[in-house]
């Protein structure tokens, strides 16, 4: 899993800039270690439950 967090990471910043939803400054890391820094084990669907929760609640407001 994580090598496909490797290998996705720098694609998917790429998009998000192009997007204009990511600032362009991000693309000037070092993506491909950045995505091999990654742990996929940290990234936990409750955390993303929480995330979502947070702005339905924003939303309603």
């Known amino acids: 899993m994580s ?3 490797a290998s996705y990471f720098p ?3 790429a998009t998000g ?3 204009e ?3 362009p400054e991000l693309g000037r890391f070092d993506l491909a ?3 091999a820094a ?3 084990e940290r990234d936990l669907p409750d955390r993303l439950d929480c ?3 947070r702005r339905n ?4 407001a």
């Open 3 to 5: 090598e496909r967090y």
């Open 11 to 13: 694609a998917f910043i």
């Open 17 to 19: 800039i192009e997007a």
């Open 21 to 23: 939803l990511i600032d």
């Open 33 to 35: 270690k950045l995505g």
């Open 38 to 40: 990654l742990k996929p």
């Open 51 to 53: 995330h979502r929760s």
């Open 57 to 60: 609640r924003s939303r309603s």
